[in-house]
């Protein structure tokens, strides 16, 4: 009996995320002592699996203008030139180099971020939540993405030193997706 771990990952397809049942999220220290929350409400991805997982590509794009804190000033400030300058950087973009197996629920994806006129090299893991077919007939799967990079690569630079030795922002960000994808048809 032969079975791969690929074929069990994510069925061979075209997978596009569906952005209302998605999200993407960030969160940083602020002042050391608290993390602030975010996500990007506008932003776009996929995974195109033809049945060997070490072949498939990802790719993603996200709209940061989109960038919603849930604090309107502070949103303002992300997207000036102190953070993401989003007149002359609208856009960050992903894709894959690699992805691997890590188990049979589990996926490394290997990428280029472009983030901010920088491209650097991230990996996140990928966990499959499960498939299932939805009311209207559409083949779905879930997925948890994890990551995390330091924004300073990326030369977003701006901070403030604190007296206690902490600093204003963390350099460090976790990014969280939580993907509901689609199937895609086949073309006739």
């Not at 596009?16 to 602020?30: G, I, L, N, R, Y």
């Not at 180099?97 to 990996?123: A, C, N, Q, S, Y």
């Amino acid at each position: 009996m032969s079975s791969t771990t690929e074929q069990v990952l994510v069925p061979t397809g075209t997978w596009v995320a569906d952005p209302v049942h998605s999200s993407v999220e960030f969160q940083v220290k602020h002042m050391g002592i608290a993390t602030v929350k975010g996500q990007f409400n506008e932003f776009e991805g996929q995974i195109e699996v033809n049945g060997d997982l070490s072949a498939a590509k990802a790719s993603g794009t996200v709209k940061v203008a989109s960038v919603d804190t849930k604090q309107p000033q502070r949103d303002d400030h992300l997207r000036s030139p102190d953070f993401f300058d989003v007149e002359q950087y609208p856009e960050l973009t992903f894709t894959s180099t690699k992805i691997e197996p890590v188990d049979d629920e589990t996926f490394r994806v290997t990428g280029d971020l472009t983030l901010h006129g920088v491209t650097k090299e991230i990996v996140l893991e990928a966990v499959v939540q499960g498939t299932d077919v939805d009311p209207w007939g559409n083949e779905r799967i879930g997925l948890e993405i994890v990551g995390k990079l330091d924004r300073g690569d990326f030369d977003m630079k701006f901070n403030q030193a604190l007296g206690s030795g902490n600093v204003l922002v963390s350099d460090k960000v976790k990014l969280l997706l939580d993907i509901s994808a689609i199937k895609q048809g086949e073309a006739a």
